[in-house]
């Protein structure tokens, strides 16, 4: 059964105008299933004070509404972290779980 949470949509546009305005967020990647050939998929939440949390949904609306963006760890969800993340490095555990951790 699905977890009940305040939650909010955000589309890669969304995204850039948080970036473009200089609006702070952070961002994490939940772990949601697995592809048939056995590869991690994650979704992305941006979080920002003071705010719900925001799920990445594609920019296309399809019949049933906004659908989450789902990412494979490579190239996907790397790509979209180096240019859409918050700015810390990823690490990932033996559970396929991500963390991110300040650069330094």
């Given at each position: ?5 305040n ?16 609006i ?11 592809t048939d050939?056995?590869k991690?998929?994650y979704q992305?939440i941006?979080l ?8 990445l949904v594609?920019?296309?609306?399809t ?13 996907g969800?790397f ?23 300040e650069?330094?």
């Amino acid at each position: 059964m699905p977890i009940a949470r305040n939650q909010i949509l955000i589309t890669i546009d969304g995204v850039k105008d948080l970036s473009e305005k200089g609006i702070a967020f952070r961002c994490r990647y939940e772990l949601v299933g697995f592809t048939d050939d056995g590869k991690p998929r994650y979704q992305c939440i941006y979080l920002r004070i003071g705010e719900p949390e925001a799920i990445l949904v594609s920019t296309r609306i399809t019949p049933h509404g906004p659908e989450p963006r789902y990412f494979n760890i490579w190239p996907g969800l790397f790509k979209h972290h180096l240019e859409f993340g918050d700015g810390r490095d990823l690490r990932f555990g033996p559970d396929y779980s991500i963390t991110l951790e300040e650069r330094g």
